[in-house]
């Protein structure tokens, strides 16, 4: 069973920027495909954006001011998100699977969850 952990998550004014961090218990983590999903209360679970074997992926309304990418050395995936806004409220999750996956923006193909870390962005 591989384990994820975020981190990174708090209380930030609109515009401003944080970093989430995904750390993993698996050796290989790097060849991976690691995705970032987030759920604003009483809403459902949106993907934000995925790195994996094909390349990167973003939703439409985080283009331009998140970044996802990954430290192989530390079995770690960060999510820079710049420009927040106060819509990006919301309980981010990191998500991973060993395979190859060939719609990786599909949560339900991911295999292992992280328990989330809450992200507030206040007007």
């Known amino acids: 069973q591989v384990q994820l952990v975020e981190s990174g998550g708090g209380l930030v004014q609109a515009g401003g920027s944080l970093r989430l961090s995904c750390a993993a218990s698996?050796?290989?983590?790097?060849?991976?495909?690691v995705g970032w999903f987030r759920q604003a209360p009483g809403k459902e679970r949106d993907f934000v954006a995925t790195?994996?074997?094909?390349?990167?992926y973003y939703a439409d309304s985080v283009k331009g001011r998140f970044t996802i990418s990954r430290d192989t050395g530390k079995n770690t995936v960060y999510l820079q998100m710049n420009s927040l806004k106060p819509e990006d409220t919301a309980v981010y999750y990191c998500?991973?699977?060993?395979?190859?996956?060939?719609?990786?923006?599909?949560?339900?193909?991911?295999?292992?969850w992280g328990r989330g870390t809450q992200v507030t962005v206040s007007s």
């Open positions: 790195i994996s074997w094909g390349g990167t």
């Open positions: 698996a050796r290989t983590f790097s060849s991976y495909s």
């Open positions: 998500a991973a699977d060993s395979t190859r996956l060939r719609t990786p923006t599909t949560e339900g193909l991911y295999e292992y």
